[in-house]
């Protein structure tokens, strides 16, 4: 049973360089010695290997502009016909769609080996016409913040592969924690749709939609919420921004304040909202605007 592991792989630094594609495959950096992208396109991509394969790639360092999987020529590397929203590319979609960080691994140029240069986050993706005149899928990755910390998910299986989010730690002055399976959790549960406008927002490609994971008391200092579902809502990016800056709350009797026309917010029966995080909220973060 293969072993696909997303976020840092333990016992390897950021920086650290590599001789080859075997050698990045042999320590479970990027486990696939010649595609660029791996992952399984129902749970998203855990690495990718920029090596200047794709003319139409863009590398700013913190951002990297991404030229999906697909349509070359294997003996010239030209394109030579369109590319699909589909496996390594459709994986790369779900990182973002999941929140899922991505190893990124670049080329120190031919003959010089590798350098595995830490995590980053799909922002975006989209298709367009690349240099070479065929329609190419285009990702956009920014790179993650150093205090952020991948913690103990459950395994997710997917035919004979077993996917872990593994412990790690990085040391700095304040970390957060981010728990993935909650954050998929969540948005399956709600099927996408934001639980006060009760919006899908669909994006390209088959079955896909976007809703972001809202915590009703905040990560990180000076709040230190759990990463936890009873503290989670799915909403659109609207809402999302609305609630994290008091300009709408969940008052107790699970009513949006804020609003002109109170409604309440569409709760789940598997949904276990803890109260004391919607008092939190409402004390802590929205007060000023009550007053």
């Given at each position: 049973?293969?072993?696909?592991?997303?976020?840092?792989?333990?016992?390897?630094?950021?920086?650290?360089?590599?001789?080859?594609?075997?050698?990045?495959?042999?320590?479970?950096?990027?486990?696939?010695?010649?595609?660029g992208i791996t992952?399984?396109?129902?749970?998203?991509?855990?690495?990718?290997?920029?090596?200047?394969?794709?003319?139409?790639?863009?590398?700013?360092?913190?951002?990297?502009?991404?030229?999906?999987?697909?349509?070359?020529?294997?003996?010239?590397?030209?394109?030579?016909?369109?590319?699909?929203?589909?496996?390594?590319?459709?994986?790369?979609?779900?990182?973002?769609?999941?929140?899922?960080?991505?190893?990124?691994?670049?080329?120190?140029?031919?003959?010089?080996?590798?350098?595995?240069?830490?995590?980053?986050?799909?922002?975006?993706?989209?298709?367009?016409?690349?240099?070479?005149?065929?329609?190419?899928?285009?990702?956009?990755?920014?790179?993650?913040?150093?205090?952020?910390?991948?913690?103990d998910d459950t395994?997710?299986?997917?035919?004979?592969?077993?996917?872990?989010?593994?412990?790690?730690?990085?040391?700095?002055?304040?970390?957060?924690?981010?728990?993935?399976?909650?954050?998929?959790?969540?948005?399956?549960?709600?099927?996408?749709?934001?639980?006060?406008?009760?919006?899908?927002?669909?994006?390209?490609?088959?079955?896909?939609?976007?809703?972001?994971?809202?915590?009703?008391?905040?990560?990180?200092?000076?709040?230190?919420?759990?990463?936890?579902?009873?503290?989670?809502?799915?909403?659109?990016?609207?809402?999302?921004?609305?609630?994290?800056?008091?300009?709408?709350?969940?008052?107790?009797?699970?009513?949006?304040?804020?609003?002109?026309?109170?409604?309440?917010?569409?709760?789940?029966?598997?949904?276990?909202?803890?109260?004391?995080?919607?008092?939190?909220?409402?004390?802590?973060?929205?007060?000023?605007?009550?007053?």
């Amino acid at each position: 049973m293969t072993q696909r592991i997303f976020g840092h792989i333990p016992g390897i630094d950021v920086g650290t360089k590599f001789s080859s594609r075997d050698a990045l495959y042999d320590k479970k950096i990027h486990m696939n010695k010649r595609a660029g992208i791996t992952g399984a396109q129902s749970e998203g991509a855990d690495s990718i290997v920029i090596s200047g394969g794709y003319e139409d790639d863009e590398d700013y360092g913190d951002i990297i502009i991404y030229t999906g999987h697909g349509g070359r020529d294997e003996n010239t590397g030209k394109q030579i016909a369109d590319q699909l929203l589909k496996r390594q590319n459709l994986a790369l979609a779900k990182s973002m769609i999941f929140e899922l960080p991505v190893r990124v691994t670049r080329s120190l140029g031919k003959g010089k080996g590798y350098r595995y240069d830490g995590l980053y986050y799909v922002k975006n993706y989209w298709n367009e016409r690349g240099k070479a005149g065929y329609i190419i899928w285009r990702f956009e990755l920014h790179k993650a913040m150093d205090n952020l910390e991948i913690i103990d998910d459950t395994p997710v299986q997917e035919s004979d592969i077993s996917i872990s989010i593994p412990g790690r730690t990085i040391v700095t002055t304040s970390r957060i924690k981010r728990k993935l399976k909650n954050i998929r959790e969540i948005k399956e549960l709600y099927d996408f749709k934001c639980q006060i406008c009760n919006i899908q927002l669909k994006l390209k490609g088959d079955n896909l939609f976007y809703a972001e994971a809202a915590h009703i008391k905040p990560l990180g200092k000076p709040h230190n919420g759990p990463d936890e579902v009873n503290n989670m809502l799915c909403l659109c990016p609207n809402h999302h921004v609305l609630l994290d800056n008091g300009a709408i709350w969940i008052d107790s009797n699970l009513k949006i304040m804020g609003i002109t026309k109170p409604k309440l917010l569409t709760v789940l029966d598997d949904h276990k909202l803890k109260i004391e995080f919607l008092n939190y909220h409402k004390n802590e973060i929205a007060f000023e605007l009550e007053l």
